[in-house]
């Protein structure tokens, strides 16, 4: 029987690749205890997957490809999406709303693009929407954000969003391993999407930063007001100068709430590789793990840490969703709904306030520093601090800046590379965090 009367929780899977076959896994396994916290049994109705014939290990009477039939079959309750993309997920998971049933995905993509559209439709089922896999895998962030801190005033966001460039990027620092198997071996784990340049391109963190930004902000922010640098550029000249300074490199999201002088308020969303202190927290979250830090008010500083990628992890978070929803369904609740009541504008990223690390390769002759601080000062941007070495008849000059407007330390860099006595801008990376 399929209704929550008769205790019994109706699940149609769509999608059994990496996540969504951990998923069928765990639901098998641990029934009983599933069903004795969610006061119902969770039950598979049907599993979706583009090619029936590839899925030997799965019953068969259950699995389909006609997604559209079993997203609005009577039997089902709740339509868990691990299938991936926007089109044509948003218009079954939209048809799934309006019949009445309730949705766990783990689809950053679709959330960040669509999340009014499918609350709305959410609303007007009396539905929930849940989708705490979608960011930072296994970790609990978004209930967080959305219920525990609730009461409080959220002002800043940041962290490791994506395990595939963390697990890149921590191989290249550590042991210097290319760029193209480090992503392979990642795609191999299960970590990657299924069009890895979302990874590589920042596209994946840009998504994710969004869901944060709206979630933490009270304010609609699509991916498309997140500013977006991935990793492709990040050097081996990057980290080796990262590496003089007793630094890293990570990708970071970093959502913020900014108060001009006015008092007037803003939100800047945006993802961007960043230099870090090595003793710094983040710079010790290695592989595909994550990490995010959040600010505010009354609660201080918090840090969410834990496996942001994997079949396992991310299935852990799906199924967390999965029993809430039931038990919504056993005693007639619902989630958390929409909470967009602030409208925040979005702070265009040149306008945002960052700091930046310069590596130049300079001539080695009276007044090159005197030249190179005029660049700055000229566009009001003030510097920390200046390390110079020399070498031959060449120097290396790093210039670590104050906080300034992005566009004008942007536009600084520009002026810099014109310089005669600059033979090479080596590396310019934002800076985040204080050296000890
Ligand atoms: N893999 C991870 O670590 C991870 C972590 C968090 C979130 N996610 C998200 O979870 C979702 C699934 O990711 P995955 O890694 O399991 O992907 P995957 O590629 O391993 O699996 C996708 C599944 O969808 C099915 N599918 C694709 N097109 C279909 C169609 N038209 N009709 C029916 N079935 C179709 C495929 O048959 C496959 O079973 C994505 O939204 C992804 O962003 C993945
Ligand atoms: N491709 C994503 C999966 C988790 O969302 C990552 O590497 O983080
Ligand atoms: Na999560």
């Known amino acids: 029987m399929s209704t929550v009367d008769g205790r019994v929780i109706k699940v149609a899977l769509l999608g059994c690749g990496t996540v969504g076959g951990e998923v069928v896994r765990l639901l098998t396994e641990q029934a009983e205890e599933l069903a004795a916290r969610a006061g119902a049994r969770v039950e598979l109705a049907g599993i979706a997957v583009r090619r029936p014939d590839k899925h030997p290990e799965l019953p068969p009477e259950l699995v389909t490809s006609d997604v559209a039939k079993l997203v609005t079959s009577p039997d089902v ?19 799934a709303l309006k019949a009445g049933k309730s949705v766990v995905t783990a689809n950053k993509a679709l959330l960040a693009e669509h999340s009014a559209e499918l609350f709305e439709a959410a609303d007007a089922a009396g539905v929930d929407l ?3 896999a979608a ?3 296994a970790i609990p962030l978004l209930r967080p954000l959305r219920e525990s801190l609730a009461g409080d005033r959220i002002t800043r966001v940041m962290g490791i969003v994506n395990g595939t460039t963390n697990y890149i990027l921590s191989a290249m620092d550590s042991t210097g391993a290319g760029y193209a198997e480090t992503l392979e071996e990642a795609s191999r784990l299960g970590y990657a999407e299924a069009d890895p340049t979302a990874d590589v391109d920042g596209y994946d963190a840009a998504s994710k930063a969004a869901i944060l930004a709206s979630l933490a902000f009270h304010t ?20 080796a100068a990262a590496n003089v300074l007793g630094r890293t490199v990570k990708l970071l999201a970093i959502c913020e709430r900014v108060t001009a002088d006015d008092g007037t308020e803003s939100v800047s969303a945006r993802v961007h590789p960043v230099m870090i202190p090595r003793n710094h927290q983040l710079a010790g979250v290695g592989g595909a793990y994550n990490a995010v830090y959040v600010e505010a008010d009354a609660a201080g500083e918090l840090m969410f840490y834990g496996q942001g990628a994997g079949g396992a992890p991310t299935a852990s978070a799906v199924l967390g969703d999965l029993v809430a929803v039931a038990r919504n ?19 265009p990223m040149g306008q945002t306030p960052t700091r930046y690390h310069v590596s130049l390769d300079v001539a080695d002759r009276a007044g090159v520093l005197a030249q190179v601080a005029q660049a700055f000062a000229g566009h009001g941007v003030s510097i920390a601090a200046v390390r110079q070495r020399d070498a031959n008849d060449t120097a290396s000059l790093v210039v670590v800046t104050h906080l300034a407007p992005d566009a004008a330390l942007r536009s600084t860099v520009d002026d810099i590379a014109e310089l005669d006595v600059v033979n090479q801008v080596v590396s310019v990376m934002r800076v985040e965090g204080e050296d000890q």
């Open 77 to 95: 309750d709740v339509v868990v999406e691990l299938v991936g993309g926007i089109e044509p997920v948003r218009q079954w998971l939209l048809d």
């Open 130 to 132: 849940y989708f705490e």
């Open 135 to 137: 960011v930072a895998g």
């Open 220 to 239: 609609r922010v699509t991916a498309s007001d997140v500013h977006r640098e991935g990793i492709a550029d990040v050097t081996a000249s990057d980290l």
């Open 329 to 347: 369904r056993v005693v007639g609740g619902r989630g958390p709904r929409e909470s967009a009541h602030a409208a925040l504008p979005v702070r």
